[in-house]
């Protein structure tokens, strides 16, 4: 799952909500695979590289390691 925020939201808020909501369904967010990171930043999800560019526009490349299974 890959939730993307507005610069101005607190994403530790937001993952507690979203953990709550889970667990009364009797799931739970895996701390080991989760990670909070600015979408400036980018970051690599199922193979692909996603990056919001300073100019606002979403970029989704293949993943540096995605080539490397070829």
Not at 19 to 32: D, H, N, P, Q, T
Not at 36 to 41: K, R
Request: proline share 1%; with cysteine.
């Amino acid at each position: 799952m890959v939730i993307i925020l507005q610069p101005q939201d607190d994403a530790t808020e937001i993952l507690d909500k979203i953990s709550r909501f889970l667990a009364e369904r009797g799931m739970k967010v895996s701390e080991k695979k989760t990670k909070l990171t600015a979408a400036t930043d980018g970051f690599d999800f199922l193979g692909w590289n996603f990056k919001v560019q300073k100019n606002g526009k979403f970029r989704c490349t293949s993943s540096v390691d995605n080539g490397k299974q070829w």
